[in-house]
């Protein structure tokens, strides 16, 4: 006869079956995105404010990714951008925001403000060699695929579910053109994204 236990986790404890034979379980669900978090390999990734001044586009984000293996995969998820755009500037119309797929190269190499695990009692960071900017005004993003667009009136925040990928060597950037006519407009772009654990798989 089989049984199941909990598996010498402290005091041996078998399952609860009941006249009915049915068994009594317990279950508690998270997401692949909380289980990350707890386990320390969410990261929030934010430029921090950038001004854009004119109706041309300019690069204001880029990643890339040179994670080492968490048991057994680099890859990092991109679960979502958050991107706020104040209205202190004159613009002709809405903000076109174009996300590009594997860049060949940015003309900027300024540091995004914040690059923090979202797990304040986790020490774990992102590699020194994983390169997260932050663009600005006139900033250009050449080569790679455009994957995505949106439109985003100034004044407001979007929060854009992308569930992209990037595995080790692979990159992922954000234009925005304000169409600013005149003064500044202001913003910020954050990626929100989790490493994957191999042991998911």
Not at 152 to 177: C, F, H, L
Request: proline share 1%; with cysteine; glycine share 10%.
């Amino acid at each position: 006869m089989e049984q199941i236990e909990n598996g010498g986790a402290g005091v041996k404890i078998g399952m609860h079956v009941d006249k009915n034979e049915q068994a009594h379980t317990f279950s508690l669900n998270r997401t692949i995105n909380q289980d990350a978090v707890r386990k320390g390999n969410a990261y929030n990734i934010n430029t921090g404010t950038i001004g854009l001044t004119s109706t041309t586009e300019s690069g204001v984000f880029y990643f890339k990714n040179d994670e080492a293996p968490v048991n057994g995969e680099s890859s990092f998820i991109l679960d979502a951008f958050a991107i706020g755009i104040d209205s202190l500037g004159t613009q002709a119309g809405a903000c076109i925001i174009t996300v590009v797929r594997n860049p060949t190269s940015v003309s900027f190499s300024t540091a995004v403000d914040m690059n923090q695990n979202r797990n304040f009692g986790s020490s774990n960071t992102l590699s020194s060699t994983s390169l997260a900017y932050k663009g600005a005004e006139a900033a250009t993003v050449t080569g790679g695929d455009d994957i995505a667009i949106f439109y985003q009136n100034a004044g407001t925040r979007g929060y854009y579910t992308i569930d992209m990928e990037i595995p080790r060597g692979s990159s992922v950037a954000v234009k925005i053109d304000t169409q600013t006519t005149s003064g500044t407009t202001n913003l910020y772009v954050a990626a929100i994204g989790h490493r994957v654990d191999g042991q998911n798989n």
